[in-house]
């Protein structure tokens, strides 16, 4: 099968053809339909700064598909069936991934950095990873699922915590943020602010949304402008990875407030102020991937239509275009926010 494949020590994909593995028990061979481009991807192929643990890596999280083959034991899928794949892997056998709390399973890793993923015609996968996608779904929107969406929805509604009517904060509006931005939205938060360096970001966010947008710059102190221009935060969710924000961000958090850490970063985080912290029982959370309950979720969401993601597909290209819209996803030519391949193309 065609694949765009990453070797040791290169900045580049190489499409090339690769065989195809056999079938196993339990598992079902997916024909790609689409793949989102994720930053993580960048930091992967473009920058080495996350490593593939096997070789030649096929990259690719978020992955839609059509069923075109069931292997021994499989019952939950037929052919043709469409399906999203999860973009969390796991061991599938200890208490947590028995409880659907996979994110928490101490094997975790990530579709296409610890086994193939989806930049190729074909995913050979276990069936514990699929759900069904509906035909009101599109492939591209249904495969931004797997990542794109379900990350900043679990951070908003499981870590967060996040209630109808409460104020919601979204540091970096790239990929991840600014679907929280969509989600707060749908999940009925009362007022929005959306925080990020780049502007088109923030005009994203707005299309989404977003109440209030603040443009970071050095000159600006975040949790100064927050407590002035919001009546206080409820849940604030990062993906900038700046420990800076939160530092400043803890003066306009609302008691009993939480504050959701999802873009990693190596800054230190600081309690500038421990006695605010305690006496208004604010509590700072990670939150990574999601769990079981977060692409099911979503797919009601948009079938209820709360949430519709046509316009976080910025592109459909061919493998072979790989490459390219790595570049154009980093250099943020025209604000996108999800390039997506089709191997078919
Ligand atoms: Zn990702
Ligand atoms: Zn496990």
Redesign the pocket.
Known sequence: MKAAILLPGERSLKIDDVPITEVKPKQVKIKVKACGI????IHLILHGKMKATYTPCIPG??TSGVVTELGEGVTKFQVGDRVVVS?GTSCGICDKCLAGKENLCEQIG?LGFNQRGGFAEYLIIEERYLHKLPESIPFEQGAILA??VS?PYHALKYQGELKKGENVVVIGCG??GIHAVAIAKALGAAHITAVDIDQGSLENAEAYGADLSILLDKNIQLGKVLKEKTKGVDVLADFSGHMSNIESSLRAMNRGGRIVLVGIGRSKLEFPMPFFLIERQIRITGSYGSDSRAIPELIQLYEDKQINLSKSISGVHKLEEANEYLHALEDKKGNPIRFILNPEL
């Open positions: 994720c930053g993580s991807d999280h978020e973009a990530v990542d794109a990350t990929g991840l």
